[in-house]
């Protein structure tokens, strides 16, 4: 069955197209830096904002029409992996990303949830063999569910602990069947409303050995995926253990799990945690722990998780400036963890959203690679920096002093001359490099 049956295959045709159904600035095999941007973007299609979400919100029933919404239970799952595969194909995204109840019904237990995934599993298998659309990634929803009110992996109960560990036993036994890229782990309800009845030592040091207890398990049955952790600040809980990249960091840390990690950063959650997306991309990167993207961006003004896609060009030119400097993605990829506005509800609109997406993180790759060949950003690092290069700045930066050099040097000094920052200038020179890309 056809799903989207006014809508064709997606082709590049250029900046001056009129076509909606076409990339104005994304070109599958364009080389950037010596690689298509195909290769470099990655891109993949959320399952559950793309095929599964209803467009209801906390004020208003779902909007959505979705062809594939005829059917109910199994069937409804698999008319979904139809429409999937028919999207992936036409859009030409090389991945996807799914949750376990994303793709299958749960069932009265967990041996029946199980089933219905084994019968859904197959059926991808089936698809994708005769598709260029693999897997980048799976994970377990461990948050929906009631039974997750008190969390997971940190829950107070037991035998919800016991009973999330079997969801991502059986998670990464599905990303092996099916050849994922990456096992993520997003702790939806890891975190605490208040500590007046919380035992926070007891949540964390469980929350470390369920990690573990994956790591083992998925190198018991040869599950060779990058792990990676999406860090949230808030929303559904007031605090969340994975606020940011930095405190994720400092867990893995305190547990020694960081070799075994990376993160997938999303950017509405940066901007949840009051950073900035480059911010938290900067950071992982500069601690060889950025691993993959959840591009989408947030609503300034409203304090939730809106998932927009990504629109703003200044945004995607300093996360690819990021990306590209980390030397690429790895096995990570551009996940478009993005939902059409609630009165976005036709189905091509689904393709009108990856196509202002994809063309978005387009422009910035083009941006930012331009950038980094004419060493735009690292000549003005080069001059702001240049007192570490010599003296006794060198001396600071290589661990050759101490505070008694440093207080003779001190005294010594008459009136100390600072440079401007030129942050506008740099800004400027942003938008120029910008501007540019239209025009060529």
Known sequence: M?????????????????????????????????????????????????????????????SMQRPWDQYSGL???????????????????????????????????????NKNLDTIVSLIQDHMKDSKAKLLWNTANNFTHPR??????????????????????KGLEIGKELGAQNYVFWGGREGYDSLLNTNMKLELDNLARFYQMAIDYAQEIGFDAQFLIEPKPKEPTTHQYDYDVATAHAFLQNYGLEKHFKFNIEANHATLAGHTFEHELHYARINNMLGSVDANQGDPLLGWDTDEFPTDLWSTTLAMYEILQNGGL????????????????????????????????AVGLRVAQSLIDDNVLENILDKRYETYTTGIGLEIAQGKTDFHKLEEYALGLGNIQQESGHLELIKATINQYLLQAFAK
Not at 7 to 35: Q, R
Not at 84 to 92: D, M, R
Not at 148 to 169: C, L, M, Q, R
């Open 2 to 62: 056809t799903y989207f049956t006014n809508v064709d295959k997606i082709k590049f045709e250029g900046a001056s197209s009129k076509n909606p159904f076409a990339f104005k600035f994304y070109n599958p095999e364009e080389k950037v830096g010596g690689k298509t941007m195909e290769e470099i973007l990655r891109y993949a299609v959320s399952y559950w904002h793309t095929f599964t979400m209803d467009g209801s919100d906390p004020f208003g029933a779902g």
């Open 75 to 113: 069937d409804l799952a698999k008319a979904r992996v139809e429409a999937s595969f028919e999207f992936y194909n036409k859009i030409g995204v090389p991945f996807f990303c799914f949750h376990d109840i994303d793709i299958a019904p749960e069932g009265d237990n967990l041996r029946e949830t």
């Open 148 to 169: 997750f009110v008190h969390g997971a992996a940190t829950s107070s109960n037991a035998d919800v602990y016991a009973y999330a560990a079997a969801k991502v036993k």
């Open 330 to 361: 790895g096995r990570g990829g551009l996940n478009f963890d993005a939902k059409v506005r609630r009165a976005s509800f036709k189905p091509e609109d689904l393709f009108h959203a990856h196509i202002a997406g994809m063309d978005a993180f």
